[in-house]
């Protein structure tokens, strides 16, 4: 078994990094990256979540969520990881190309190799936690338990179920781009009854398979 080592956006698997440029629409609001997303969900004070949330780089959003002189919500240890893995499931299931880069590293042991980091990374020597690496398996795991094909789209109420079909979102950015990416991949299926059958509608989209 290989390992896959991970750090730097412009590197190979660069896309691992919460700091990739792939937003995410999480709980009724887009976030411009995973990290943007982790930070702000530190804080209950919403003026707080909105100041990150609006913040134009991640790394910017990251010294904001670690300043000291914002109020840390008293259960965020406990729940940090469950974050963390919620922004990534959204995260590639939101980008297909994503989902499926994640599938192709098959049983791959995946590493963010970093001396900055001991928790979410290796520490650069190994020894660290690579929590990050972990969850990543993890949900590529999960994506394979709901299909191991990796050029499978899904429709677009499960990557983002909070919203209509008839919802402005879908004109726009990121959801403009999912719901095209995936009607071209619904016309080219051969059989969608199949499709059909694995994935039926649920109340906000009925129709949209007649």
Same mark, same amino acid.
């Given at each position: 078994?290989?390992?896959?080592?991970?750090?730097?956006?412009?590197?190979?698997?660069? =896309? =691992?990094?919460?700091?990739?440029?792939?937003?995410? *629409?999480?709980?009724?609001?887009?976030? !411009?990256?995973?990290?943007?997303? *982790?930070?702000?969900?530190?804080?209950?004070?919403?003026?707080?979540?909105? /100041?990150? %949330?609006?913040?134009?780089?991640?790394?910017?959003?990251?010294?904001?969520?670690?300043?000291?002189?914002?109020?840390?919500?008293?259960?965020?240890?406990?729940?940090?990881?469950?974050?963390?893995?919620?922004? $990534?499931?959204?995260?590639?299931?939101?980008? !297909? /190309?994503? %989902?499926?880069?994640?599938?192709?590293?098959?049983?791959?042991?995946?590493?963010?190799?970093?001396t900055n980091d001991n928790y979410w990374g290796d520490g650069g020597d190994g020894l660290g936690k690579n929590k990050l690496g972990i969850l990543l398996m993890n949900l590529r795991k999960d994506i394979k338990n709901i299909s191991p094909d990796p050029?499978?789209?899904?429709? !677009?109420?499960? !990557?983002?179920?909070?919203?209509?079909?008839?919802?402005? *979102?879908?004109?726009?950015?990121?959801?403009?781009?999912? $719901?095209?990416?995936?009607?071209?991949?619904?016309?080219?299926?051969?059989?969608?009854?199949?499709?059909? %059958?694995? =994935?039926?509608?649920?109340?906000?989209?009925?129709?949209?398979?007649?």
């Amino acid at each position: 078994m290989n390992t896959i080592k991970f750090y730097k956006t412009d590197e190979s698997y660069g =896309f =691992f990094s919460n700091f990739s440029p792939h937003p995410v *629409f999480i709980k009724n609001e887009l976030w !411009p990256t995973t990290e943007h997303y *982790f930070q702000a969900s530190k804080f209950e004070d919403n003026v707080i979540r909105n /100041k990150i %949330r609006n913040i134009k780089s991640p790394m910017e959003a990251a010294n904001e969520g670690r300043n000291r002189n914002n109020k840390l919500r008293q259960n965020w240890e406990d729940i940090k990881d469950k974050i963390m893995y919620e922004g $990534l499931y959204f995260k590639f299931l939101q980008h !297909p /190309k994503l %989902r499926k880069e994640l599938i192709l590293t098959g049983d791959n042991i995946l590493i963010e190799h970093t001396t900055n980091d001991n928790y979410w990374g290796d520490g650069g020597d190994g020894l660290g936690k690579n929590k990050l690496g972990i969850l990543l398996m993890n949900l590529r795991k999960d994506i394979k338990n709901i299909s191991p094909d990796p050029d499978l789209i899904l429709p !677009p109420w499960i !990557p983002f179920p909070s919203i209509d079909q008839n919802d402005l *979102f879908w004109r726009m950015g990121l959801g403009e781009d999912y $719901l095209i990416e995936w009607s071209k991949y619904y016309l080219r299926l051969t059989d969608n009854i199949i499709y059909e %059958r694995n =994935f039926p509608e649920n109340k906000d989209w009925e129709g949209i398979y007649d």
